[in-house]
Every structure is written in C-alpha cells, then in structure tokens.
C-alpha cells in the first residue's frame, strides 16, 4: 500500500494511533491510515483496497466511533481532506469531510437559515449523513437535497432526498455501510443573518449548560427510546457518577459517557454494559447504543 499510495500521491500514515482521530481520545492503531485530499483518490483507495482484499473503514471526524483497544488491521480513511465547503444562492455545496460546525457557519455568513442546529456537532458532513446527525429540532433530513457516494462496487450514484432513507439516527448509509457518501447539497432559506447567529449562540448556550464539553467523548451513548430520555432513566437508576476504569457516567449529564483520562475503550464498553444491563432490570426500557464500535 505503501508503493500505491506514493505513486498516487495519497498521504498515508502506518500504525497511526486511533486515538488522535476520536473525540473520546481512545483507540488502538490502525495498520493504515490514509487522508486522500481529492474525491477520485479516495475512490481509488477504495477500488485498490478492495482488489487486494484489504479491509477497509472511512470515518469523519471521529465524534461517534469508539475504537477498539487493538485497533484497526486494514486501512482507516479519513474524509477530513475533503472539506470543501461553496455556497450558491441558498444552497450549499459540501464534500463529505467538511466539519458540520463549519458549514453552519458560513449559512449563518451568508444569511441562510435552516442549519442552526449544526452549530456544536462536532462530526462531518459525512457522518452526519450517516447518522442522520440532529439537535434542537433540527437534522440533516430537513436540509439534504441530494448526495453523491460511491458504492461497494465502486460505481458513482446520486441519491435525491427520499433516497437517503432518514429517520432518527439513521439512514441509508447507516443500513448500507459499504457506501461511502462524497458530497452533498443542502438547501436552506434566506433569512436575517443577526437572528441566525443568536439562535445558534443560544444553541451553544444551552449546550455548554447541560453537556460535559470540557471532557472527551463520542457524545450522547445512546438512542433516546421512544417516551423516554436515555439520560434521565441511567439518572434514575443510580448511574451518575459510576465509573470503570478512566470511563465515567457523567455528573453532568447521564446520557454521556465521559474519558476522565486514561479511558480504554473496553472500560466504555464495560461500562455500557453495566448501565444497559442496570436500566433494563430497573426500567424495563432496552437502550439503544448511538456510539459505533470500530474494531
Ligand atoms: C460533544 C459532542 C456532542 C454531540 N452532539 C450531537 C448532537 O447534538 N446531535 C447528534 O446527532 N450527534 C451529536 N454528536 C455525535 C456526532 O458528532 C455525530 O453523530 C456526527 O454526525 C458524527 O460525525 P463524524 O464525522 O464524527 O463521524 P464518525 O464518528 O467519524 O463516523 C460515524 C459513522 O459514520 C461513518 N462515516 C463517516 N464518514 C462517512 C462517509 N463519508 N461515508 C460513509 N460513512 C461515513 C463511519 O464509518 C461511522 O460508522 C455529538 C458528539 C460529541 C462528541
């Protein structure tokens, strides 16, 4: 891969920590880690790990992955170089590793409003397709029109908006994960850039106030279930504050899994364990996990 990617000038990295590349700062080395700065490289990196049976996974900026503690044997491809951002009338035009949190901003600059809620996620486009990323009422299925992405068989698709198949937390490419998103094109409304910029002021308000942001994490662990907020019912049973090695159910807010420093993944995971086994015993109530696991 080495050879490959010289030739084709794709930066690539051997044995790269997984942990520079999550928000919960935890993670064992991938055996390859490539930043391909052009769509066509990171379609041919894929094409080229699929013909040498490589295994491959392509993550944004790491803000919902919990990285196993041995790592990644294969090739992680990071989308992070791809962070062209344009905006057109009231669309924007994105590739799939720009930050979320960036392309809030420039709608605000612009005036457009639709993508407050945005501002604070700390993911990419991409990821934020996948998960169908939202917050304050707001996702990214009410500003998507259209996406371009590249199939397991390497073919380049558009999909329209209903083509993404959204609903909470997921989306096609969350139930297809062999599709890599590309880009996508958001259409937002014109509105009054002051009024933009206070909502989304208020929006970082009310997070600073409520979420544990001073800590690594991968955000909210789990799914709300339906009638219920995953937070409140760990609150209930007794789990804020319980803690497994570095991991520790937030005192701030119980829905987050916070790293106090030192954190392996398999204390998360143990943790996460402890608390679904905890609310189910207590609660009836099955807890979904929102984290994904990158082993
Ligand atoms: C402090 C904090 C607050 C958060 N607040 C929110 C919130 O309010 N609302 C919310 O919804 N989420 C929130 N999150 C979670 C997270 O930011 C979102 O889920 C975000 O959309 C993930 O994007 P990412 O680029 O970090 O994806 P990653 O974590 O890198 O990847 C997530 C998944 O998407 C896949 N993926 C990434 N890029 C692509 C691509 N181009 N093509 C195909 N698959 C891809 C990965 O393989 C992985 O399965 C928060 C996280 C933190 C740490």
Redesign the pocket.
Known sequence: MLEYCRQNAIALRQQEPLSAH??FKVGGPAQWFALPDTEEKLCMLLQECRRRGVKT?????????LVSDKGFCGMVIS?SALEAVGVTGCTVAAQ??AA?SFIAAQAARYGLQGLEFAQ????????????????YDG?MSMVVRQSR?VSPQGEIITLGAAEHEFGY?TSF??TH?G????SSELVLEQGIREEIERKMSDFAER?RQK?P?NKP????AYKRPQGHFAGQLIEQCGLKGCQVGGARVSDKHAG?IVNEGGATASDILRLMDHIEKTVKEQTGVTLER?I?L?D
């Open positions: 999550t928000t996974a392509v993550i944004g900026r790491g803000s919902n992955l989308t799939c590793g979320l604070g996620i700390p993911g990419s486009l991409g990821g934020a397709l996948v998960m169908n990323a939202g917050a996702e992405a937390r490419f969350k994960p599709y890599v998103v590309l997070r979420q942001l994490s991968a955000g909210s987050f929102e994904r990158l």
